[in-house]
């Protein structure tokens, strides 16, 4: 029989879950409540504000005029754009507009990145962002994600070409994500852990669900466009076909880097995106795709890797820079490198 009345420690466990929010997490993550502390819980509860009007918006998606589909114009990536990504490019800029917050926003759909003259002497941050993750998903109804980093400002950006954010990963102060999924789902980490909430519609609160995820040290998935296997180098072929041959692997891909990602974080195993023949250095964006991502893989336990190089470690030469990228569980990630190695090998014999 079911305990209606649950022992008072798990209602209290119970309460004390349903009142751990967003912003309140991030403040107990930095143990303090000191201007920097303050400043990244504001900025974290802003980026939920800009995921809860991307999610409202997206839920409604197929009945309202103009919201789906493409604008027809072409990003700086050369890529369609779609409504959805208009509109979410926009909101984290009003989002943080009047925040006092940041005082510049870099994403995937502005060339350059989008200054808030009037915050730059209080506000010390730069947010860098991928709006909509995986857009080609949206007129489906399957999931999508926004991807984040926040960055101290370095030094001044005099000529605006914000030299000063091509630098490592490791200079990321935080970094997220929002999985547009059955549930909104908010994944962050401050450098001390990897924590997801959920969005509860009810109190329009992202509610604590996961503390300290671990990503497993081996997992089964491996998730990657096959359709690309004859524009691969030999190493990622070699990969394939191991998994192919060998038995406990099996194939997830959807479309989105964040659907991807979030099922490897829980379940363990590997993403990949490796370079083509067109695009040599594969399709994802390091700075607001790529390196938020090694970051929270990391704090996990896991591994995010160019093929050669640790992503974190990998210096832009420009904003839009696209990486390689083998990330998720250490063994997984060990074994495609192993492959990529074994081939530079064989060319250095040769
Ligand atoms: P986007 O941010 O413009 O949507 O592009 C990135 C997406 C990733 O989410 C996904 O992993 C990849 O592109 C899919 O690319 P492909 O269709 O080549 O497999
Ligand atoms: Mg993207």
């Excluded at 029989?1 to 912003?23: E, G, H, I, K």
């Excluded at 030299?163 to 908010?186: C, E, H, K, V, W």
């Excluded at 990630?333 to 530079?344: D, G, M, Q, T, Y």
């Amino acid at each position: 029989m079911v305990d209606a009345y649950p022992q008072l420690t798990d209602r209290d466990t119970l309460l004390d879950r349903d009142c751990t929010t967003l912003s309140r997490h991030v403040l107990e993550q930095l143990h303090s409540f000191s201007a920097e502390a303050q400043d990244l819980s504001a900025i974290m509860t802003r980026i939920a504000l800009a995921g809860k009007l991307i999610a409202r918006r997206l839920s409604r998606a197929g009945l309202m005029e103009g919201v789906l589909g493409f604008t027809g114009d072409t990003n700086v990536q050369g890529e369609s754009v779609k409504r959805m990504d208009v509109y979410a490019n926009e909101v984290f800029i009003s989002v943080f507009k009047q925040s006092g917050l940041v005082c510049r926003l870099a994403s995937e759909e502005m060339e350059q990145p989008y200054y808030i003259p009037e915050n730059c002497p209080i506000g010390r941050y730069t947010l860098l962002y991928d709006p909509i993750d995986g857009s080609s998903n949206v007129d489906i109804n399957i999931n999508v994600g926004s991807i984040f980093a926040i960055r101290q400002q370095e030094g001044e950006d005099t000529d605006g070409q914000a030299q000063d954010l091509l630098q490592s990963g490791r200079n990321q102060l935080a970094a997220g994500y929002i999985l547009y999924g059955p549930s909104t789902m908010l994944v962050y980490s401050i450098g001390n852990g990897v924590h997801s909430f959920v969005l509860d519609p009810s109190l329009g609160e992202f509610i604590l669900a996961d503390e300290n995820i671990r990503i497993p040290e081996h997992g089964p998935i491996y998730s990657v466009n096959e359709g690309n296997f004859w524009q691969w180098e030999e190493s990622y072929r070699d990969f394939i076909r191991y998994v192919h041959r060998h038995e406990g692997y099996t194939a997830r891909y959807g479309g989105a880097l964040i659907g991807d990602f979030h099922r490897i974080l829980y379940q363990g195993g590997v993403f990949l995106y490796p370079g083509t023949g067109k695009q040599p250095d594969g399709k994802l964006r390091l700075l607001y795709e790529a390196s938020p991502l090694a970051f929270l893989v990391e704090q996990a336990g896991g591994r995010a890797s160019t093929g050669t190089q640790d992503i974190l470690d990998f210096v832009p030469d420009r904003l839009h820079a696209r990486v390689p990228l083998i990330i998720g569980s250490k063994n997984d990630v060990a074994l495609v490198e192993s492959f990529v190695k074994e081939r530079i090998r064989e060319k250095a014999v040769l």
